[in-house]
Structures are given as structure tokens and as C-alpha cells.
T-cell receptor, first 112, second 114 residues
Framework: GQQLNQSPQSMFIQEGEDVSMNCTSS?????WLWYKQDPGEGPVLLIA???AGELTSNGRLTAQFGITRKDSFLNISASIPSDVGIYFC????????????WGAGTKLIIKP | EAGVAQSPRYKIIEKRQSVAFWCNPI?????LYWYQQILGQGPKLLIQ????????DSQLPKDRFSAERLKGVDSTLKIQPAKLEDSAVYLC????????????FGQGTRLTVV
């Protein structure tokens, strides 16, 4: 099935650093969603975006819906140990009957 | 507000056996999804329901997988017979409606086929 291009695949960061990850699509999306998944749990919704250009924050997390409607990014400021996990982007594809399409995930690891 | 409920949390079966998973979505959510997540990968959609109708089952291996949502509320996903490659986490999610609303996930059922 169709997938989003999510990058990077993994990130090794120091505690306190800022983190940035992004997703791109070949088709236009009308919704972008960012999820975090901890081991043994289901994905938890972090931020939902509905309009091109929209910039939304949730605590130290900020995400934007790209102007072209084909990309989105997620930033985490001043990372802390509990930020470790896998971050997924997902979006509703207008060309595929609004099917929810998923990225492959970005694994965030904090260096000791 | 209660979240998406799934059971069981864990299941171990032998290959060729059958297994069923249950999901109760958030109250009032019309759209229900079943995903398969293999270790190290993102969720893969198996089937999407809108109320009690199937919207998308293009990636459901229909020779062994089946799902139903008879009254448009809770849903069951069945595998019969199971193969080793079916070992994965099976996630259920629901959303108010399809297209523009957030999907909320249950904790998943971890299936191990031996």
C-alpha cells in the first residue's frame, strides 16, 4: 500500500537538544496527524493538522501542515528522556478515498 | 471518556490454529480500523469500517482473515488458519468519521504464532 516518506529513520540525540522530523507525500493530504508509540502500546495522537500552513503546538512539540499540502514536520524542543519512542506521521489522502496513510516511523533515542 | 478497548492483550497460538480479537471503539465513533503492525514497521491497514459497512479491505488476506462489525459498534477480527508470519501486534482504532478526524488507538493485541 501507499506510504509516506518519513525521515529520518532514527535519531540519536543528547538530552536537551531540539529534534526535527518530517514527512512527504506524492499526493495532496487534507489532514496530517503525528503519533508517538511507546513499546507495547498503541500509537498516541500528539498533534492533528487540518489546514495548509497551520502551525500547532502541544507543549514542547510543534507541527506544521505544509503549504503544498504534501508535507509536514514535527519539532520537539529541549528533549527529555521520556521523549524516547517511535514517532509516526499519518494523513488522509484525498486521492485514495481519504484512506489514512502512514509513515514508517522515526525512532528517537537519547544518548546516555 | 473511555478509550478504545481491545482484548486480549497477548495471545500465543500454534500455526494452523484460529484466533479472534475483539475491539470496542470510542462511543459514537463511526469509523473503525484494524491494523497489523510488524515489529519495526508502521501500522498497515487491514480493514476499515464505516458504521457496519466495509470501506476498505484491499490489504486484508481474505483467504485467512475476516472481520465484522455487525451492529456498527464493536468488531472482531479473526485469523483462520494462522501462519508464522501473522505474528504481529493487531491494533484497533476509531474516529468520529472518515476523512478529517483523528484516529484513536487501543493498546493492541500482541499475537505470537509458533
Amino acid at each position: 500500500g501507499q506510504q509516506l516518506n518519513q525521515s529520518p529513520q532514527s535519531m540519536f540525540i543528547q538530552e536537551g537538544e531540539d529534534v526535527s522530523m518530517n514527512c512527504t507525500s506524492s499526493s495532496i493530504f487534507n489532514t496530517w496527524l503525528w503519533y508517538k508509540q511507546d513499546p507495547g502500546e498503541g500509537p498516541v495522537l500528539l498533534i492533528a493538522l487540518y489546514k495548509a500552513g497551520e502551525l500547532t503546538s502541544n507543549g514542547r512539540l510543534t507541527a506544521q501542515f505544509g503549504i503544498t499540502r504534501k508535507d509536514s514536520f514535527l519539532n520537539i524542543s529541549a528533549s527529555i528522556p521520556s521523549d524516547v519512542g517511535i514517532y509516526f506521521c499519518a494523513g488522509h489522502d484525498m486521492d485514495s478515498n481519504y484512506q489514512l496513510i502512514w509513515g514508517a516511523g522515526t525512532k528517537l533515542i537519547i544518548k546516555p | 471518556e473511555a478509550g478504545v478497548a481491545q482484548s486480549p492483550r497477548y495471545k500465543i497460538i500454534e500455526k494452523r490454529q484460529s484466533v479472534a480479537f475483539w475491539c470496542n471503539p470510542i462511543s459514537g465513533h463511526a469509523t473503525l480500523y484494524w491494523y497489523q503492525q510488524i515489529l519495526g514497521q508502521g501500522p498497515k491497514l487491514l480493514i476499515q469500517f464505516q458504521n457496519n459497512g466495509v470501506v476498505d479491505d484491499s490489504q486484508l488476506p481474505k483467504d485467512r482473515f475476516s472481520a465484522e462489525r455487525l451492529k456498527g459498534v464493536d468488531s472482531t477480527l479473526k485469523i483462520q488458519p494462522a501462519k508464522l508470519e501473522d505474528s504481529a501486534v493487531y491494533l484497533c482504532a476509531s474516529s468520529l468519521d472518515r476523512g478529517r478526524t483523528e484516529a484513536f488507538f487501543g493498546q493492541g493485541t500482541r499475537l505470537t504464532v509458533v
